[in-house]
């Protein structure tokens, strides 16, 4: 089992930054595993935003590319998301996902609001 807490959302205007933090309450850096940061705006489908591997191959959503960046401290077990240039269309519900051979695990997630 894995604990997944995620903070560091809030309240920025549009183009400014905010970093999201993921801290698992277990190492999550198996070369056989990955985390995902995910988000889910009011009446959408949760859609995935960013992944990293166990071995820190990085992936994003087209609609993120070059303003987002996934990262790992695996020291802390945890893993950022750093949103910069944030737009009012990033507005949603920011979860992490930790993936391994088994299992899938969620946390509760933050909320990211971006004001026009």
């Known amino acids: 089992q894995v604990q997944l807490v995620e903070s560091g959302g809030g309240l920025v205007q549009a183009g400014g930054s905010l970093r999201l933090s993921c801290v698992a309450s277990?190492?999550?850096?198996?070369?056989?595993?990955?985390v995902g940061w995910y988000r889910q705006a009011p009446g959408k489908q949760r859609e995935l935003v960013a992944t990293?591997?166990?071995?820190?191959?990085?992936n994003y959503a087209v609609s993120v590319k070059g303003r987002f960046a996934i990262s790992r401290d695996n020291a802390k077990n945890t893993v950022y998301l750093q949103m910069n240039s944030l737009k009012p269309e990033d507005r949603a519900v920011y979860y992490c996902?930790?993936?391994?051979?088994?299992?899938?695990?969620w946390g509760q997630g933050t909320q990211v609001t971006v004001s026009s």
């Open positions: 990293i591997t166990g071995g820190g191959v990085t």
């Open positions: 277990r190492s999550i850096s198996s070369i056989n595993g990955m």
């Open positions: 996902n930790y993936n391994d051979l088994h299992s899938s695990y």
